[in-house]
């Protein structure tokens, strides 16, 4: 048996940290029942490009769910969920706070049909607070907490952040490891409970460091002057000859000197501390004078903790990764094509047993109800 199996997880969110979250149950598991908007269902079924019906985004945050497409806002809702929520162990919502209390599903409503619920709501700044109501996306949390002003292109301006870190190190991953906390606290007490899961606040420990240096010893990063914000040679990318880049990270020492070996650094450069700026542009000089092919022929096999940056369809190709099974799972649309699943941070002994599994058309459990509740 999978660690979840028999929880019957309620899916009321939308777009990426809550379904992820889902997802993530599901994987270990749990049965997810997607409750979707009437006539439309979840935005981002509706995302570019396709694969099948519905966006490939959806399809594989999606894997294995179900979907009962509902106007929340319709007199027959609460009789319609009722016996759903009763049999419930875990209620996800998405939405901005006051919106499921409007709807009579907020936590004390439903805590009455079902005391051992546990319920999970995912949002920017939380359940209350000054910005508890306000419109935001993953860049503003990242924004706001000072993440994103540790980055700095050639021109100094902060870059684009290619992970939506708060959405899922802020968002969905806190949110299933409060979920999975509650439900073993039920199993001492019996209750359920509410949790609320701030995204924007989840962000702060990604910066741990940044906090740590500027609370204890007054030195506050700024983008190209710390350790992990490419002031220091030792943690930093350099590019090659033929327009690829080297991510080089021989933090400990150890790792250091054998990169200076490698690179045939002189001895004046090798000890960083007097002046890294210039330690820095020696090795970005040694390693732009050849081919990334030279570079990855030169560190494979030494400890140096440098790698040539790849692209994503290359990561996919890599043979560690497959050895490791990373994508031997797979989504199904509803014509035969599959892809692969995206990878989910359990572990394969927890996993549900399934290789390929499809994803819910919009409603196609409505006709069940009965037998889903």
Same mark, same amino acid.
């Given at each position: 048996?999978?660690? #979840?199996?028999? &929880?019957?997880?309620? /899916?009321?969110?939308?777009? !990426? =940290?809550?379904? *992820?979250?889902?997802? @993530?149950?599901?994987?270990?598991?749990?049965?997810?029942?997607?409750?979707?908007?009437?006539?439309?269902?979840?935005?981002?079924?509706?995302?570019?490009?396709?694969?099948?019906?519905?966006?490939?985004?959806?399809?594989?945050?999606?894997?294995?769910?179900?979907?009962?497409?509902?106007?929340?806002?319709?007199?027959?809702?609460?009789?319609?969920?009722?016996?759903?929520?009763?049999?419930?162990?875990?209620?996800?919502?998405?939405?901005?706070?006051?919106?499921?209390?409007?709807?009579?599903?907020?936590?004390?409503?439903?805590?009455?049909?079902?005391?051992?619920?546990?319920?999970?709501?995912?949002?920017?700044?939380?359940?209350?607070?000054?910005?508890?109501?306000?419109?935001?996306?993953?860049?503003?949390?990242?924004?706001?907490?000072?993440? #994103?002003?540790? &980055?700095?292109?050639? /021109?100094?301006?902060?870059? !684009? =952040?290619?992970? *939506?870190?708060?959405? @899922?190190?802020?968002?969905?991953?806190?949110?299933?490891?409060?979920?999975?906390?509650?439900?073993?606290?039920?199993?001492?007490?019996?209750?359920?409970?509410?949790?609320?899961?701030?995204?924007?606040?989840?962000?702060?420990?990604?910066?741990?460091?940044?906090?740590?240096?500027?609370?204890?010893?007054?030195?506050?990063?700024?983008?190209?002057?710390?350790?992990?914000?490419?002031?220091?040679?030792?943690?930093?990318?350099?590019?090659?000859?033929?327009?690829?880049?080297?991510?080089?990270?021989?933090?400990?020492?150890?790792?250091?000197?054998?990169?200076?070996?490698?690179?045939?650094?002189?001895?004046?450069?090798?000890?960083?501390?007097?002046?890294?700026?210039?330690?820095?542009?020696?090795?970005?000089?040694?390693?732009?004078?050849?081919?990334?092919?030279?570079?990855?022929?030169?560190?494979?096999?030494?400890?140096?903790?440098?790698?040539?940056?790849?692209?994503?369809?290359?990561?996919?190709?890599?043979?560690?990764?497959?050895?490791?099974?990373?994508?031997?799972?797979?989504?199904?649309?509803?014509?035969?094509?599959?892809?692969?699943?995206?990878?989910?941070?359990?572990?394969?002994?927890?996993?549900?047993?399934?290789?390929?599994?499809?994803?819910?058309?919009?409603?196609?459990?409505?006709?069940?109800?009965?037998?889903?509740?």
């Amino acid at each position: 048996m999978t660690p #979840l199996e028999g &929880t019957r997880v309620l /899916d009321f969110t939308t777009l !990426l =940290p809550g379904p *992820l979250a889902t997802l @993530i149950l599901a994987e270990a598991g749990a049965r997810v029942i997607k409750i979707e908007r009437h006539g439309r269902g979840d935005e981002m079924r509706s995302y570019e490009p396709k694969f099948g019906t519905d966006s490939v985004n959806f399809a594989l945050l999606n894997r294995g769910k179900e979907s009962l497409e509902v106007d929340l806002k319709s007199p027959e809702a609460g009789a319609l969920l009722r016996p759903l929520i009763e049999r419930a162990d875990v209620l996800v919502e998405q939405f901005r706070p006051g919106v499921m209390k409007r709807l009579g599903l907020d936590y004390n409503a439903v805590a009455e049909i079902n005391p051992r619920l546990v319920y999970c709501s995912i949002s920017g700044y939380g359940k209350e607070g000054p910005r508890a109501g306000v419109a935001a996306h993953d860049l503003n949390y990242v924004s706001e907490t000072g993440l #994103l002003g540790l &980055t700095a292109g050639p /021109d100094g301006a902060p870059v !684009l =952040p290619q992970a *939506l870190i708060a959405d @899922i190190g802020g968002g969905a991953y806190p949110a299933v490891m409060n979920i999975l906390l509650a439900l073993l606290e039920r199993e001492r007490t019996g209750e359920g409970a509410y949790l609320d899961v701030s995204m924007s606040e989840n962000v702060f420990t990604f910066l741990y460091w940044a906090i740590g240096n500027g609370t204890a010893g007054g030195e506050w990063p700024e983008p190209g002057n710390d350790l992990l914000t490419g002031g220091s040679p030792r943690y930093n990318i350099y590019r090659t000859a033929d327009g690829h880049y080297v991510a080089a990270a021989p933090l400990e020492e150890k790792f250091w000197r054998r990169f200076c070996d490698i690179l045939g650094l002189e001895e004046t450069s090798r000890d960083d501390s007097r002046d890294p700026g210039a330690t820095k542009t020696a090795i970005a000089e040694r390693i732009a004078s050849l081919p990334a092919d030279h570079w990855r022929e030169r560190f494979e096999g030494e400890d140096v903790c440098c790698t040539v940056v790849r692209g994503v369809r290359e990561a996919l190709e890599d043979e560690h990764f497959k050895a490791r099974g990373v994508f031997d799972r797979s989504v199904e649309d509803g014509d035969g094509r599959e892809i692969p699943a995206l990878p989910l941070p359990v572990v394969p002994g927890f996993r549900r047993p399934e290789l390929r599994l499809g994803y819910p058309a919009l409603g196609e459990d409505n006709a069940s109800l009965e037998e889903v509740g």
